[in-house]
């Protein structure tokens, strides 16, 4: 069965202990479960850009056409990595903290994901070199079931006009 059931770019939710926030602590997020055939990938890209550009319409936040490109790859990653590794249902969940969208995605699998060596030769297999490539930030743990994968990506272009999200060493 293909099912992507989502959760509208809801008020922001506040984040920190009790009720004490400021504006500045707002989280704007939208999460979906993926199950089905490959079909999901372009479902959750699709989520991806229509949140981004949600964001931008609805509470007039930057979103620049290259972190609108970079999301939907990192989530097209992110999403074929956990259908073809993990059984069962994917969760996608994408928030807005700061001048960053987080991407995140949850699967059945405990197993860590870990980067190959660069190979010229091997075809395939360079998602998670990608995604950490792009990203400005990046993050693999265990959750009590499965594993949560996190990537954050800059929402407005980079003021030193790098091409990738992290600066070089």
Do not use: C
């Not at 939710?13 to 999460?31: H, M, W």
């Not at 550009?53 to 609805?58: D, I, K, L, T």
């Not at 073809?84 to 994901?113: C, F, N, Q």
């Amino acid at each position: 069965m293909n099912r992507v059931s989502k959760a509208a770019v809801s008020a922001p939710v506040p984040v920190g202990e009790g009720d004490v926030t400021t504006s500045a602590e707002q989280v704007i997020q939208t999460a979906a479960a993926l199950d089905g055939d490959g079909t999901v990938i372009a479902r959750a890209r699709k989520l991806a850009a229509d949140f981004l550009a949600r964001v931008q319409a609805e509470h007039g936040l930057p979103v620049s056409q290259r972190a609108m490109d970079l999301t939907q790859l990192v989530v097209s990653e992110l999403v074929t990595n956990a259908r073809k590794y993990a059984p069962g249902p994917v969760l996608l969940d994408l928030r807005i903290t700061g001048d960053m969208v987080e991407v995140a995605v949850w699967d059945s699998d405990p197993v860590l994901p870990i980067a190959r060596a660069a190979d010229v030769g091997r075809v395939g297999q360079h998602g998670l070199e990608i995604v950490m490539a792009v990203a400005r930030g990046f993050e693999a743990q265990r959750e009590p079931v499965g594993k949560r994968i996190t990537a954050r990506i800059a929402l407005a272009d980079d003021p030193d006009g790098a091409v990738f999200g992290r600066r070089p060493l």
